[in-house]
């Protein structure tokens, strides 16, 4: 098994954990906030998901990893609304 697979199922860990807390919250508190964390949740997974497939070579059209690429611009626009929607989403509850 590589590195690159190691690295990238232990990031689907936490992200995963992170996706099944936020539909627990957003099935009993359907809100704007809860919507929020939920959808920069499963951004966090798609990262992790599009790590997998690099490093399984899934979906090799994609050419994961190389700039200038679909699989690229598709992981850095799941990254950037994952990252911007969870906090968002978790800082707009604290306010509450």
């Known amino acids: 098994m590589s590195t690159q697979l190691v690295r990238a199922l232990v990031a689907l860990a936490p992200t995963s ?3 099944v807390g936020a539909v627990i919250r957003t099935r009993k508190e359907n809100s704007a ?3 929020l964390q939920l959808a920069g949740a499963a951004c966090l997974v798609v990262v992790a998901l ?3 497939s690099e490093a399984l070579g899934l979906f090799s059209a994609m ?3 190389q ?8 992981d850095l626009a799941s ?3 994952g ?6 989403g978790y800082l707009l509850d604290a306010r509450k």
Not at 67 to 74: C, I, K, N, R, T
Not at 83 to 88: A, D, G, Y
Request: aromatic share 20%.
């Open 50 to 52: 599009t790590h997998v």
């Open 63 to 65: 050419r994961w990893g």
């Open 17 to 19: 954990l992170l996706l």
């Open 83 to 88: 990252f911007t929607l969870f906090p968002l």
């Open 33 to 35: 906030v809860s919507f």
């Open 67 to 74: 700039e200038d690429s679909l699989g690229h611009y598709f």
């Open 79 to 81: 990254a950037i609304l």
